[in-house]
């Protein structure tokens, strides 16, 4: 499907589609009680497809940090009869992409393929899920990576103010550890350990799939059962407790020598489902999230304080934080958070009309110019569904931005921007900090 063709079916899915040609979400159930979105377009012979498995690097049992990341990197080194480089080459010949990951409550994958290879691609997915290797040397390959890339991490200012800010903020509770580990649990991790994170992930219970183009929804079904049907249909993953967040603000400095200092300022926001979340999505703009926002004009544009600002919301299941992003020269640190709180408060007061209506029109015509292929719109579409969202939200997503008032932004503004709730992340060598702290 052409760039342009992709456009216009994301409009068609961003925007109120009421007509009766609109782009259509189908509900596929198969035999086994897999369920799965589908978006049928066989105008090209391509489909792409993005699947979850519930549990994420939040499950790692203690002292084995970077286990299901470590696990997730693994399941297309091999599998079944094939080895690394033979699974390889069956990917390669089919014309098949297939890739998985871990974040922090899910273990996820992607799979593209010409609907030619149908058979071949979901052949091949079986395997990865059902019959994975683990082979010795992949595995010690694979930590030599991840190791190298916390190293690298480690390095990097911007890598470790957000490390930091989920460590500070979630103290205690599995969102603060790191998804990627830490070096000590690497090491030690056994191939027995990863062959039973495997086992304890890869299950049908909390299996999401979405897909989109060449293939009908009995064809989705039928692949669906082949390659998933083998895993069980239970699983074994925990329920996350609670999270409170802190009463009091914070501030954390760590020192790294560079020349640019990362700051990040968190604040805890509002779940997904709550009926003020588009006011918060349009605070989030208003207040950074662009050009035209406040914290890109009075931060850079007016001050040169920084070369780039923003503000968004980021969301987990049981939680989302509105954050701050911002790098500057150190001795910039401390009149960027000066000029940045003091917009914070300016906000609270409220927005302008005009405030609300470019934010309206961006945020209403904008997510359609980012879906341009197949495995963006399955993505989105996964996506909503790890969020609970029903098939008809892109449907209403206009409507409901459309919706916001003045008054709404200005409530969700005070509901949200407390001084006290406010985690403050600073990495690098600003002027005048204090001793270095590190969670």
Do not use: C
């Not at 089919?94 to 899910?106: D, I, K, M, N, T």
């Not at 967040?245 to 709550?274: F, M, Y």
């Amino acid at each position: 499907m052409t760039a342009l063709r992709w456009i216009a079916l994301a409009l068609g899915l961003a925007l109120v589609a009421s007509r009766a040609d609109a782009v259509e979400i189908q509900d596929v159930t198969t035999p086994l009680g897999i369920k799965a979105w589908l978006v049928q377009d066989s105008s090209t012979p391509v489909v792409a497809m993005s699947f979850s498995f519930a549990g994420g690097s939040t499950g790692d049992p203690e002292n084995q940090k970077g286990l299901t990341s470590l696990t997730a990197s693994l399941l297309t080194d091999g599998a079944g009869s094939l080895d690394a480089q033979a699974f390889k080459q069956r990917q390669e010949d089919a014309s098949v992409a297939l890739s998985f990951g871990a974040s922090l409550e899910y273990l996820g994958g992607s799979l593209r393929l010409l609907s030619a290879h149908r058979d071949e691609a979901f052949e091949l997915l079986r395997l990865a899920v059902t019959a994975p290797r683990f082979d010795p040397d992949r595995v010690e390959q694979r930590r030599a990576q991840m190791i190298v890339g916390l190293k690298q991490a480690d390095q990097r200012p911007a890598s470790v103010a957000q490390r930091t800010m989920m460590a500070t903020v979630f103290a205690g509770h599995p969102y603060g550890a790191n998804a990627s580990g830490v070096r000590e649990d690497l090491q030690a991790l056994t191939v027995q350990q990863i062959r039973d994170r495997a086992t304890s992930v890869l299950t049908r219970n909390g299996l999401i799939v979405a897909a989109v183009g060449d293939i009908d929804a009995a064809e989705l079904s039928r692949q669906l059962d082949r390659a998933f049907g083998g895993l069980p249909a239970v699983s074994g993953e925990s329920t996350l407790p609670p999270w409170t967040p802190s009463a009091k603000s914070r501030t954390v400095t760590v020192e790294r020598p560079a020349p640019q200092s990362a700051v990040l300022i968190a604040l805890p926001a509002i779940p997904r489902g709550d009926p003020d979340w588009h006011a918060a999505v349009v605070l989030a703009h208003i207040l950074g999230g662009g050009q035209q926002s406040r914290l890109f004009g009075e931060v850079r544009e007016k001050r040169g304080l920084a070369y780039s600002i923003s503000s968004a919301l980021r969301g987990q299941r049981q939680l989302s934080l509105l954050v701050i992003s911002t790098g500057t020269a150190g001795e910039r640190v401390a009149d960027s958070l000066r000029v940045i709180k003091a917009e914070l408060v300016r906000i609270r007061e409220g927005v302008t009309e005009q405030e609300l209506a470019e934010a309206k029109t961006y945020l209403s015509g904008s997510l359609a110019l980012q879906l341009d292929s197949s495995a963006a719109v399955a993505s989105l579409l996964h996506g909503l569904q790890v969020d609970g969202q029903p098939r008809d939200y892109l449907d209403r997503r206009a409507a409901l931005i459309a919706a916001v008032k003045a008054e709404d932004v200005r409530r969700v503004a005070r509901r949200i921007l407390r001084d006290e709730a406010m985690t403050t992340i600073v990495v690098g060598k600003p002027a005048g900090a204090p001793a270095a702290a590190e969670p």
